[in-house]
Protein backbone atom coordinates (compact mmCIF):
# COMPACT_ATOMS: atom_id res chain seq x y z
CA UNK A 1 0.00 0.00 0.00
CA UNK A 2 0.80 3.88 -0.38
CA UNK A 3 0.57 6.53 1.95
CA UNK A 4 0.52 10.45 0.91
CA UNK A 5 1.06 12.53 4.15
CA UNK A 6 0.78 16.65 3.47
CA UNK A 7 2.33 19.28 5.53
CA UNK A 8 2.27 22.58 5.51
CA UNK A 9 -1.30 23.89 5.60
CA UNK A 10 -2.23 26.65 8.12
CA UNK A 11 -2.98 30.17 8.43
CA UNK A 12 -2.00 33.65 6.60
CA UNK A 13 -2.79 36.70 5.68
CA UNK A 14 -3.78 37.64 1.70
CA UNK A 15 -0.26 38.14 0.20
CA UNK A 16 1.35 36.05 1.88
CA UNK A 17 3.56 32.59 1.47
CA UNK A 18 2.88 28.78 2.61
CA UNK A 19 5.12 25.22 0.90
CA UNK A 20 3.10 22.36 0.91
CA UNK A 21 4.91 19.18 1.02
CA UNK A 22 3.79 15.57 0.28
CA UNK A 23 5.39 12.62 0.98
CA UNK A 24 4.63 9.09 -0.22
CA UNK A 25 6.13 6.05 0.80
CA UNK A 26 5.50 1.99 0.32
CA UNK A 27 6.44 -0.66 -1.84
CA UNK A 28 6.77 1.68 -4.72
CA UNK A 29 8.24 1.23 -8.35
CA UNK A 30 7.96 4.34 -9.45
CA UNK A 31 5.72 7.70 -9.48
CA UNK A 32 5.09 9.68 -12.32
CA UNK A 33 2.70 12.65 -12.13
CA UNK A 34 2.38 13.91 -8.77
CA UNK A 35 -0.25 16.68 -8.37
CA UNK A 36 -1.93 18.70 -6.10
CA UNK A 37 -5.94 19.71 -6.33
CA UNK A 38 -7.77 21.67 -3.70
CA UNK A 39 -11.70 21.97 -3.01
CA UNK A 40 -13.33 24.59 -1.29
CA UNK A 41 -16.67 24.26 0.47
CA UNK A 42 -18.95 23.38 -1.92
CA UNK A 43 -16.87 23.91 -4.91
CA UNK A 44 -15.56 20.39 -6.85
CA UNK A 45 -11.96 19.36 -6.07
CA UNK A 46 -9.85 21.02 -8.81
CA UNK A 47 -6.71 20.87 -10.42
CA UNK A 48 -4.30 23.60 -8.95
CA UNK A 49 -0.88 22.09 -10.89
CA UNK A 50 0.55 18.59 -11.67
CA UNK A 51 4.23 17.65 -12.36
CA UNK A 52 5.60 14.57 -14.01
CA UNK A 53 8.95 12.65 -13.11
CA UNK A 54 11.08 14.39 -15.60
CA UNK A 55 10.20 17.53 -14.58
CA UNK A 56 7.30 18.60 -16.68
CA UNK A 57 4.52 21.23 -15.20
CA UNK A 58 1.20 22.17 -15.69
CA UNK A 59 -0.97 24.92 -13.58
CA UNK A 60 -4.39 26.33 -13.10
CA UNK A 61 -4.73 29.58 -14.72
CA UNK A 62 -5.79 30.72 -11.41
CA UNK A 63 -2.42 30.00 -10.30
CA UNK A 64 0.09 30.73 -12.60
CA UNK A 65 2.75 32.92 -11.52
CA UNK A 66 1.78 32.68 -7.89
CA UNK A 67 2.52 29.00 -7.04
CA UNK A 68 5.63 26.70 -7.94
CA UNK A 69 5.16 22.81 -7.26
CA UNK A 70 8.29 20.85 -7.55
CA UNK A 71 9.40 17.31 -6.39
CA UNK A 72 12.19 15.28 -5.60
CA UNK A 73 12.31 12.10 -7.15
CA UNK A 74 14.66 10.17 -4.77
CA UNK A 75 12.44 11.26 -1.71
CA UNK A 76 9.06 10.22 -3.30
CA UNK A 77 8.17 13.91 -2.32
CA UNK A 78 6.20 16.75 -4.02
CA UNK A 79 5.79 20.45 -3.04
CA UNK A 80 3.79 23.53 -3.83
CA UNK A 81 5.37 26.73 -3.23
CA UNK A 82 2.18 29.18 -2.91
CA UNK A 83 2.99 33.15 -2.38
CA UNK A 84 1.26 36.14 -3.36
CA UNK A 85 -1.94 34.10 -1.60
CA UNK A 86 -5.69 34.95 -1.99
CA UNK A 87 -8.55 34.56 0.06
CA UNK A 88 -9.61 32.43 -2.67
CA UNK A 89 -6.94 30.09 -2.69
CA UNK A 90 -8.47 29.15 0.92
CA UNK A 91 -9.43 25.43 0.46
CA UNK A 92 -8.62 21.52 1.27
CA UNK A 93 -5.48 20.87 -0.69
CA UNK A 94 -4.76 17.10 -1.74
CA UNK A 95 -2.26 16.39 -3.19
CA UNK A 96 -2.31 12.68 -5.47
CA UNK A 97 0.09 10.26 -6.78
CA UNK A 98 -0.11 7.92 -9.99
CA UNK A 99 2.38 5.27 -8.81
CA UNK A 100 3.66 1.39 -9.99
CA UNK A 101 4.73 -1.46 -8.41
CA UNK A 102 7.53 -3.50 -8.77
CA UNK A 103 5.03 -6.35 -9.47
CA UNK A 104 3.67 -4.94 -12.48
CA UNK A 105 5.55 -2.13 -13.48
CA UNK A 106 3.10 -0.94 -16.52
CA UNK A 107 0.14 -0.91 -14.26
CA UNK A 108 -0.42 2.78 -12.26
CA UNK A 109 -2.44 3.23 -9.27
CA UNK A 110 -3.77 6.76 -7.96
CA UNK A 111 -3.52 7.87 -4.78
CA UNK A 112 -4.54 10.90 -2.64
CA UNK A 113 -3.70 12.03 0.23
CA UNK A 114 -5.73 13.14 3.50
CA UNK A 115 -5.56 16.67 2.34
CA UNK A 116 -4.48 19.62 4.47
CA UNK A 117 -6.44 23.38 5.38
CA UNK A 118 -5.29 26.62 3.80
CA UNK A 119 -6.82 29.56 5.31
CA UNK A 120 -5.85 32.88 3.47
CA UNK A 121 -7.32 36.13 5.71
CA UNK A 122 -7.75 39.43 3.63
Known amino acids: QVQLVESGGGLVQAGGSLRLSCAAS????????MGWYRQAPGKQRELVAG???????NYADSVKGRFTISRDNAKNTAYLQMNMLKPEDTAVYYC????????????????WGQGTQVTVSS
Open 96 to 111: NADVSFPRNSDIQYRY
Open 51 to 57: IRSGGRT
Open 26 to 33: GSIFSINV
